[in-house]
């Protein structure tokens, strides 16, 4: 087996091992490396041009972040979560995501404000081509980028650094439901309107309406990806 992820490899200026626990998550994020897909040490040496002892302690990172497990028998595999498992993430996105937004929508300056908007115009671009190619894998991603860059912004806004770092945890956890929810009849369209409710309230500068709407926005995609989730 290889792997086939594009052409990237460590470069000297920073830490090997955050270099290759960058490249197999970006790599996991974005389902290059599929849920329960085992891990071969030589062939990651090979892709990401680092040592075996870099290799072995960004494994190690990436299991602190509940990205990868080791399994008796069968060495280090891209976690896949349980029902269990995805159901209680997102239980706790939901609570964080939702008072994040409502923190930005009484806390955001002008500048992060119309950054945001900015974000949202985007993502609407991005969504409204996937709804019409039907949710093609180009356009799931760029979907994928948008949300991303919106959220960041969101969460940079709140102005809670605590808040910040679990929800960015938790984000690299649900990665892979999230792109399987895009992937569901419909769930482009009513994600769209579901954010748009989300922007709506951040421009009234109501923290309450922005806090349900994010909440619901999560909840929604938690019914989806659970139901992915209980098939595999």
Do not use: W
């Amino acid at each position: 087996m290889s792997y086939t992820l594009g052409d990237r490899h460590v470069q000297r200026h920073a830490p090997i091992r955050e270099q290759v626990a960058g490249i197999l998550r970006d790599a996991i994020v974005n389902m290059e490396l599929r849920p329960g897909q085992v891990l071969i040490e030589r062939e990651l040496c090979e892709m990401t041009q680092a040592s075996r002892p870099s290799v072995r302690e960004a494994l190690r990172q990436l299991e602190s972040e509940g990205l990868v497990e080791s399994r008796t028998g069968r060495g280090t595999v891209v976690a896949a979560p349980t029902p269990e498992q995805a159901a209680q993430l997102y239980e706790v996105r939901a609570e964080l995501e939702g008072m994040a937004a409502g923190l930005f929508a009484v806390r955001a300056d002008d500048e992060q404000r119309e950054a945001f908007a900015s974000a949202f115009a985007q993502l609407e671009e991005a969504a409204e081509a996937a709804i019409s190619s039907d949710g093609a894998d180009g356009y799931t991603s760029e979907v994928l980028a948008a949300k991303d860059n919106l959220y960041r912004i969101l969460i940079e806004g709140a102005g809670n650094a605590i808040l910040s770092e679990m929800v960015a945890g938790l984000q690299r956890r649900v990665t892979q439901l999230r792109a399987l929810t895009l992937s569901s009849p419909g769930r482009p369209a009513a994600s769209l309107a579901e954010i748009r409710e989300i922007a709506t309230a951040v421009r009234d500068r109501d923290g309450e309406a922005a806090r349900r709407a994010a909440t619901f926005h999560v909840e929604q995609a938690a019914d989806v990806a659970l139901g992915f989730a209980r098939q595999s």
